[in-house]
């Protein structure tokens, strides 16, 4: 019978790659993420390889995320795989010259989102019981600070300490979790974080070699076919050409 992964943050990035390494392998797909005609358009690119349920959702929208699980029809009410991917950073500014708001949407997003989710999904992931897996996305932003990281960075840290205490509470169920740390990843998230400045992304890019979301894609199909015995509690990937720097001194003059 063929397994069942809900995927949030599916229109872009690593969770729509995700979903194509996924559905091509068969796994039935509950694809999430606020644009519709996105979702809508990669279920067509999926015809015939997988099922797909689309729920446009924004995960800080409590209500919508149980009306999508509570009414989750067969095949798609019995989940193998949650990968708790939805997440932004916005601003890469000192915190003192932040916006307040920026802040609040992060911790929204990919605080209470994931959790909000993860709550919501829990039951059914305890039925499955043996081999079924959370994968949360976290980032190197929640292990390393760097400058104008602030509150992504403790978002991020928030989903490393949040994945390993879930593993206590799921102790004996079966349940797997994983907390997947990625570091340089090309996507629209620098768009999204730089408010559209394409000359940014180009730069932040350029000669890097970055990771790409199909890399983090392969890593996540490697994750979820890991033997049931088996938990990856953590797992942080860079590309080779991203390493640490010196601690900053200043100096005075
Ligand atoms: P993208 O911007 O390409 O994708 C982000 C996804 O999150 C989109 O599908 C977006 O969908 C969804 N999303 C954002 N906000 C919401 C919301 N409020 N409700 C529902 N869905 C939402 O970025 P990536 O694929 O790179 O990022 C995916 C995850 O990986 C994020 O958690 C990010 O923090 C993390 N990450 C990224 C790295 C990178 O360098 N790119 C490195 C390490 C971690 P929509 O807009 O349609 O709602
Ligand atoms: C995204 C990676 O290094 O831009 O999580 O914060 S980084």
Redesign the pocket.
Known sequence: MSKTAFI?????????ACALRFGRAGWNLIL????QE?LEALKDELAGDCQVLCCA????DAAAVKACVDGLPAPFDAIDLLLN?????LGTEAAQDCDPDDWKQMI???IT?LTTVTHALLPKLIETGAGAAIIN?????GHWPYPGGNV?CGT?AFVEQFSYALRCDLSGTGVRVSNL????????????RTGGDKAAYDQLYQGAA??Q?EDIAETVFWLASLPAHLNVNQLEIMPVSQAWSPFSIHRQS
């Not at 949030?8 to 729509?16: E, I, L, N, Q």
């Not at 959702?57 to 800080?60: E, F, I, P, S, T």
């Open positions: 949030t943050g599916a229109t872009s990035g690593f969770g729509r999430t993420g606020r644009r996105r959702l924004d995960v800080r991917n939805a997440g932004l950073a929204d997003t990919n989102g996305i976290g980032s190197i932003a992504y991020k740390a990625p570091g340089l990843s090309e996507s629209e998230f620098t768009l999204v970055p990771i979301p």
